[in-house]
T-cell receptor, first 114, second 114 residues
Framework: DAGVTQSPTHLIKTRGQQVTLRCSPKSGHDTVSWYQQALGQGPQFIFQYYEEEERQRGNFPDRFSGHQFPNYSSELNVNALLLGDSALYLC?????????????FGDGTRLSIL | GENVEQHPSTLSVQEGDSAVIKCTYS??????FPWYKQELGKGPQLIIDIRSNVGEKKDQRIAVTLNKTAKHFSLHITETQPEDSAVYFCAPPLFSGGYNKLIFGAGTRLAVHP
């Protein structure tokens, strides 16, 4: 039973470019959340997708957008990349949106901005 | 919003000793309390969680205790082993409008020395 998978594992971009990160949730999970983890810090919530719609959003600018597909997989897009966007981007999936539904994480995409 | 504080930030123990990490939260409506372990180069792994109607939960060498009155919950690791070395995060979810997002503490770096 595959867990949460993310691709690519590493990515290097330059300022001003755009990037797309991908996530496949754990089997049986229909809700996907994205988090940003800066070096030495805890993950910060970006947004959550359920039934192909963004349901909740953290304190991130509109440069961060996403999408969820009918098979529950998801993409995170970041436009006009800044140096400060360098971080580990984590995807988490859960079986529903309830507060007691445990969220399971992938190993993330390490994004470096030059 | 939810304010989460985690102590200590670093913890160094000898193999076989016990380790305790405390997490304090601010949202009195919180009713689900997970702990995550993050090893180098990996995503956070859910290791134990507790619901608000339970005061303590154990899983082999790991336990979580909850004090809802004081709004804190703690992770207890007994008989520590070198493979317990990692960063540990508490992440009580903030529930809003039917959806939830995890609010991570700053993390505790645990080092277990042989």
């Amino acid at each position: 039973d595959a867990g949460v998978t993310q691709s690519p594992t590493h990515l290097i971009k330059t300022r001003g470019q755009q990037v797309t990160l991908r996530c496949s949730p754990k089997s049986g999970h229909d809700t996907v959340s994205w988090y940003q983890q800066a070096l030495g810090q805890g993950p910060q919530f970006i947004f959550q997708y359920y039934e192909e719609e963004e349901r909740q959003r953290g304190n991130f600018p509109d440069r961060f957008s996403g999408h969820q597909f009918p098979n529950y997989s998801s993409e995170l897009n970041v436009n006009a990349l800044l140096l400060g966007d360098s971080a580990l981007y984590l995807c988490a999936s859960s079986p529903g949106t309830g507060v007691r539904q445990p969220q399971h994480f992938g190993d993330g995409t390490r994004l470096s901005i030059l | 919003g939810e304010n989460v504080e985690q102590h200590p930030s670093t913890l160094s123990v000898q193999e076989g000793d016990s380790a305790v990490i405390k997490c304090t939260y601010s949202d009195s409506a919180s009713n689900y309390f997970p702990w995550y372990k993050q090893e180098l180069g990996k995503g956070p792994q859910l290791i134990i969680d507790i619901r608000s109607n339970v005061g303590e939960k154990k899983d082999q060498r790991i336990a979580v205790t909850l004090n809802k009155t004081a709004k804190h919950f703690s992770l207890h690791i007994t008989e520590t082993q070198p493979e317990d070395s990692a960063v540990y995060f508490c992440a009580p979810p903030l529930f809003s409008g039917g959806y939830n997002k995890l609010i991570f503490g700053a993390g505790t770096r645990l080092a277990v020395h042989p």
